[in-house]
């Protein structure tokens, strides 16, 4: 992707075209431009709400701590650094509010692993994502894709948690490993040993859909 220098002098010049829409939206926003906060929810709360899901696997639970991301973002917002990219700031506050809702939570419940992520404004589900773009139009095919999404979800759940939530903010999130290391305050090497060690567990798991387990290299 081609890259554009941000209009703050102080920001990065490796910032994408997308970061930096996203920083002038913060800004426009820090200087009393409520639309631009509206803008960011557009952008943003699909994957946010997705990466949410699959931490706590419960659509209202999902629901509400999504829509307390971006109070926090809101609420927050003359705190937001724009040495810093937004993106990485974003899922920080995604990833901190489930951290303190799996505390708080004292008996588990576990709804059905293959539920269906958010797929508004052309977000795909984890299992699109890896699924074979060319399918045969049969119900053979229809319904060995809908047993791959399944063991794919399933996949993902079980994974440990350090490396659920790597891949997760790399497959959902679309994060850089580097942002991904800030995000989770973890050694770059060490994000990265984390997404490998994931993808072995979910090849593994999928080794009777070769043909899709590849699709995770």
């Not at 426009?28 to 946010?48: F, N, P, T």
């Not at 899901?53 to 609420?75: G, K, M, N, P, Y």
């Not at 994931?198 to 995770?216: G, V």
Request: charged share 30%; proline share 3%; net charge positive.
């Amino acid at each position: 992707m081609q890259r554009t220098r941000a209009a703050n002098p102080t920001a990065s010049d490796s910032y994408s075209s997308d970061e930096v829409r996203d920083e002038l939206l913060m800004a426009r926003y820090q200087r009393g431009d409520r639309a631009a906060m509206e803008s960011l929810v557009k952008r943003h709360k699909v994957r946010i709400y997705n990466f949410v899901l699959r931490q706590v696997r419960h659509r209202e639970t999902a629901a509400d701590i999504s829509q307390d991301v971006f109070l926090r973002v809101a609420q927050k917002a003359s705190e937001f650094k724009h040495e810093a990219r937004f993106s990485t700031w974003l899922y920080t506050i995604a990833r901190n509010l489930c951290i303190d809702h799996q505390r708080k939570q004292t008996h588990r419940r576990h709804p059905s692993l293959d539920q269906e992520m958010s797929h508004e404004g052309g977000s795909a589900t984890l299992g699109e994502l890896m699924a074979d773009h060319h399918p045969r139009s049969s119900v053979e095919r229809s319904a060995s894709a809908t047993q791959v999404r399944q063991s794919i979800l399933r996949a993902v759940d079980e994974l440990p948690p350090e490396q659920k939530e790597v891949f997760l903010l790399r497959e959902i999130g679309n994060l850089p490993f580097k942002e991904i290391a800030e995000v989770t305050a973890t050694g770059e090497n060490t994000v990265k040993s984390r997404m490998r060690y994931a993808l072995e567990r979910l090849q593994k798991a999928l080794s009777d859909f070769e043909e899709y387990a590849r699709e995770l290299k």
